[in-house]
């Protein structure tokens, strides 16, 4: 007798899409929010070094009590605080998620936002609700608080500044979330270095906040770190959840090697901070664009009058570019498209094909 997946699978799995990440070999890859810029080649020469004695035989710090002492320093984290580590940003939502799903608990988010908090709350069987943005994509604080008092939610995601749509959040409000939730609030910062604003200084100020932070922005992506910052008796707790090793050797070691050297992804992030100026204001030019304005390293716009953004997705596929078609993902990104800001050159070939698409 023959087993199938759908006899065995979740049924809630089974309907769910996976995570598409699409080819891009060959193309001019602003897709994916990545730092366009390798590191100097005296730094990498350092990193070969490290990887050429590295213990690989051995498994990694199951602590990583080196590179927490590091990034402890870079990051600012509040002292009184710990640190968590994940394979990226996306496991340590998983285990907040696994950690909170107690039977009926609810994970809440705004709408649109990052796909996962959706996802993994699908994965850990908690309960999800999302509240949708204002049209331009400014918190309805009354909906929130609304919601939550309504849910409970035992968790709470805000992406600072948010994505797909680029923008910070007013302050204030996302500080009358903190003291009306009746669970935990996790203040994701995947982009704070392109936006100079952070809740890291308000740990010691709130009970129930955590702070997410990655490397992944900053010109790491490859390594997937993760990293969560809070009050050591939510720590300690969501600790019991992280697998054995989950952050491995290599990663450890050029992490904290490049963290000494934080002055080059500061450079790097202030020159893509330049470019997300410049590029903003000559997509703004173009006829046929709605652009909104960004603190992160991407920009969301949106496609006008006879254009549709499938059509000029798959136009500038055609011509090299590979981008983030989000239309259809939710009504408030009807014919919007979001571009990673690259290099000059990079940014310089997605606006010249962008305008021959429009005009397609």
Not at 155 to 165: H, K, S
């Given at each position: 007798?023959?087993?199938?997946?759908?006899?065995?699978?979740r049924p809630e799995i089974l309907a769910l899409s996976g995570y598409h990440v699409p080819h891009a070999v060959g193309m001019v890859k602003l897709d994916a929010m990545e730092n366009p810029y390798p590191l100097p080649l005296e730094l990498r020469e350092e990193i070969a070094r490290?990887?050429?004695?590295?213990?690989?035989?051995?498994?990694?710090?199951?602590?990583?009590?080196?590179?927490?002492?590091?990034?402890?320093?870079?990051?600012?984290?509040?002292?009184?605080?710990?640190?968590?580590?994940?394979?990226?940003?996306?496991?340590?939502?998983?285990?907040?998620?696994?950690?909170?799903?107690?039977?009926?608990?609810?994970?809440?988010?705004?709408?649109?936002?990052?796909?996962?908090?959706?996802?993994?709350?699908?994965?850990?069987?908690?309960?999800?609700?999302?509240?949708?943005?204002?049209?331009?994509?400014?918190?309805?604080?009354?909906?929130?608080?609304?919601s939550m008092a309504r849910h409970q939610p035992a968790v709470i995601f805000i992406a600072y500044p948010n994505n797909p749509t680029g923008n910070l959040f007013d302050t204030g409000a996302i500080s009358r979330i903190i003291k009306a939730a009746p669970g935990l609030v996790v203040?994701?910062?995947?982009?704070?270095?392109?936006?100079?604003?952070?809740?890291?200084?308000?740990?010691?100020?709130?009970?129930?906040?955590?702070?997410?932070?990655?490397?992944?922005?900053?010109?790491?992506?490859?390594?997937?770190?993760?990293?969560?910052?809070?009050?050591?008796?939510?720590?300690?707790?969501?600790?019991?959840?992280?697998?054995?090793?989950?952050?491995?050797?290599?990663?450890?070691?050029?992490?904290?090697?490049?963290?000494?050297?934080?002055?080059?992804?500061?450079?790097?992030?202030?020159?893509?901070?330049?470019?997300?100026?410049?590029?903003?204001?000559?997509?703004?030019?173009?006829?046929?664009?709605?652009?909104?304005?960004?603190?992160?390293?991407?920009?969301?716009?949106?496609?006008?009058?006879?254009?549709?953004?499938?059509?000029?997705?798959?136009?500038?596929?055609?011509?090299?570019?590979?981008?983030?078609?989000?239309?259809?993902?939710?009504?408030?990104?009807?014919?919007?498209?979001?571009?990673?800001?690259?290099?000059?050159?990079?940014?310089?070939?997605?606006?010249?094909?962008?305008?021959?698409?429009?005009?397609?």
């Amino acid at each position: 007798m023959s087993i199938s997946p759908d006899q065995v699978i979740r049924p809630e799995i089974l309907a769910l899409s996976g995570y598409h990440v699409p080819h891009a070999v060959g193309m001019v890859k602003l897709d994916a929010m990545e730092n366009p810029y390798p590191l100097p080649l005296e730094l990498r020469e350092e990193i070969a070094r490290l990887a050429a004695d590295a213990p690989l035989n051995r498994y990694p710090d199951a602590g990583a009590v080196a590179l927490k002492a590091t990034l402890r320093e870079a990051l600012s984290v509040p002292a009184g605080m710990d640190i968590m580590l994940g394979n990226g940003s996306d496991e340590i939502i998983q285990i907040i998620a696994l950690a909170c799903a107690k039977p009926g608990a609810v994970l809440m988010s705004v709408e649109p936002a990052f796909v996962m908090f959706r996802m993994i709350a699908t994965f850990a069987r908690i309960d999800y609700r999302g509240v949708p943005l204002n049209t331009d994509f400014s918190l309805d604080l009354d909906a929130v608080l609304e919601s939550m008092a309504r849910h409970q939610p035992a968790v709470i995601f805000i992406a600072y500044p948010n994505n797909p749509t680029g923008n910070l959040f007013d302050t204030g409000a996302i500080s009358r979330i903190i003291k009306a939730a009746p669970g935990l609030v996790v203040v994701d910062e995947a982009y704070h270095a392109f936006a100079g604003a952070s809740f890291m200084d308000k740990l010691t100020q709130y009970p129930n906040l955590l702070v997410m932070r990655t490397l992944s922005k900053l010109g790491l992506a490859g390594l997937r770190l993760g990293i969560l910052a809070g009050r050591p008796e939510w720590v300690a707790q969501l600790e019991k959840l992280r697998l054995p090793y989950n952050v491995g050797i290599a990663t450890q070691l050029i992490a904290e090697k490049v963290l000494q050297h934080s002055e080059v992804l500061l450079q790097q992030a202030a020159a893509i901070k330049r470019e997300r100026t410049a590029m903003g204001e000559r997509l703004a030019a173009l006829e046929g664009t709605e652009v909104f304005s960004s603190d992160a390293n991407f920009i969301l716009f949106r496609v006008t009058h006879q254009h549709e953004a499938g059509q000029v997705f798959q136009q500038l596929k055609k011509r090299g570019i590979l981008i983030k078609n989000l239309d259809g993902s939710h009504p408030l990104l009807r014919n919007c498209l979001r571009v990673t800001v690259g290099t000059p050159d990079e940014n310089n070939q997605f606006l010249m094909a962008l305008q021959a698409s429009l005009k397609t």
